[in-house]
């Protein structure tokens, strides 16, 4: 068919429809226990937004970019993943207990003559980069190989995390639920970016249940158990796809739960003992994560003494390229350690700017920044400058998210080099 394209098949007409029946169905009876009539509505707006934001990715990647990037090759690899078990149902097991593909694995032939224009192989060396076609394959083997499908069931899940946000804040600032659905549920680059077969939304959706089940455990004393499992599963997620999100977010949750706890302390000089010991518990807490459990291979990107050199080597290869590329990268140009922190924070919250507008989609994101920078000034300037922090500072909840806004946002607009891998990534971070 002359519509097709790589990342759609003819059998996506039936296939397509039939899964998002079978989303809608599952997200209904779980809809179904709210009680507030205005709630079930509201999820079920996001439901059917988020399904819109996954067919529109899929469109875009398939029509619009004449090659998918990363998507695309998460697709292949995950239909090579499918022609190993179809060959043998014995490498169902194999694929899951296999951290990665590399010559010393059975499964290797399988990524080396698969006929992909991507470097398949090289890209399943990575744990981080493997475990996205094993978690699209039990959809691939239900939907017939269906893009739309695996993209529909990760958009899903990202949906669960992003209504678990919401959860989250309308418990303490429930007359503001119109505003936090709008930040949670309907940001338009939310919805987009964590609506396709990526890690993203993988990472984007286990942020959400994280928090949640952090608060179920600690603040709201319920689904104990639960709460538990959706920690391991988010957290293990976080670890192995992004560590640098387990790294922002563990110690502004540090902080929200101990400011939390500082709440109860009604001697006012107690208060202020316990609000510096949160201080240095939370400052102790990253340093220990950022230097200790980036030990890990997984996680050396992020480490401090090598994020410097990885933002240099990422600019001195772009600037030394920058004759064949065509626009849509970026360097923060700088080697002094808080000009790096501070330009990787601009660079992740406010840019691009519209002069650096390259196509419609950069051209999206940048409207979209341009409102949060208009909202952030306007802000000071109704509130002043240092109203911003001393409120921020004051509340646990605003002091989490300005913690983990400002460490996300210097790692990733350090070390990122192009504004669609930065509208991707910063997603948690809006």
Not at 282 to 289: E, H, K, N, Q, Y
Not at 299 to 317: G, H, M, P, W, Y
Not at 400 to 411: G, Q, R, S
Request: include cysteine; proline fraction near 3%.
């Amino acid at each position: 068919m002359i519509l097709l394209a790589s990342l759609l098949r003819a059998t996506d007409v039936v296939v397509g429809p039939l899964c998002f029946i079978v989303l809608l169905m599952i997200f209904s009876v779980v809809v179904r226990k709210y009680k507030d009539e205005r709630q079930k509505q509201l999820f079920l707006k996001a439901f059917y937004f988020k399904m819109f934001c996954t067919l529109a990715y899929t469109l875009i990647m398939s029509y619009y970019y004449t090659e998918g990037g990363d998507t695309e090759m998460y697709y292949h690899c995950t239909l090579d993943l499918h022609k190993a078990v179809t060959d043998n149902t014995d490498n169902f097991i194999k694929i899951y207990t296999t951290k990665v593909i590399n010559v010393k694995s059975s499964l290797m032939n399988y990524f080396i003559f698969d006929n992909s224009p991507y470097p398949n192989f090289e890209f399943m060396h990575s744990p981080s980069n493997f475990i996205v076609p094993k978690m699209g394959l039990p959809f691939a083997l239900i939907f017939d190989k269906s893009y739309l499908c695996m993209a529909l069931a990760f958009s899903f899940f990202a949906l669960g995390g992003a209504i678990r946000l919401y959860k989250f804040f309308v418990h303490y600032f429930p007359d503001y639920w119109r505003e936090i659905a709008l930040a949670t549920l309907f940001l338009p680059s939310v919805g987009f970016w964590s609506a396709g077969f990526l890690k993203d939304p993988i990472c984007f959706g286990s942020v959400g249940y994280l928090l949640y089940a952090v608060f179920n455990i600690f603040i709201k004393r319920q689904k104990i158990f639960a709460s538990l499992v959706w920690i391991a599963i988010s957290v293990t997620l976080l670890y192995y796809i992004k560590v640098y999100i387990l790294l922002a977010i563990s110690p502004a949750i540090v902080l929200w739960l101990f400011g939390e706890f500082n709440k109860v302390v009604e001697n006012q000089t107690l208060r202020r003992i316990m609000a510096f010991m949160t201080f240095g518990v939370g400052v102790v807490t990253a340093f220990l994560l950022i230097n200790y459990v980036t030990s890990a291979e997984t996680a050396q990107t992020f480490k401090l003494d090598t994020l410097i050199e990885t933002s240099k080597s990422n600019r001195d290869f772009y600037e030394a390229a920058g004759t064949r590329l065509q626009g849509a990268y970026f360097t923060v140009g700088s080697s002094n350690p808080v000009l790096l922190v501070l330009n990787g924070i601009v660079a992740t919250l406010f840019r691009p700017f519209l002069w650096e507008v390259t196509s419609p989609i950069v051209l999206l994101s940048a409207l979209e920044v341009l409102f949060f920078f208009y909202f952030t000034v306007f802000y000071m300037y109704k509130r002043g400058f240092f109203t911003f922090f001393r409120k921020a500072i004051a509340n646990p909840v605003f002091l989490m998210c300005l913690v983990f806004t400002l460490i996300f946002a210097a790692a990733i607009g350090s070390t990122a080099t192009n504004f669609g891998s930065i509208s991707r990534y910063k997603i948690p971070c809006l």
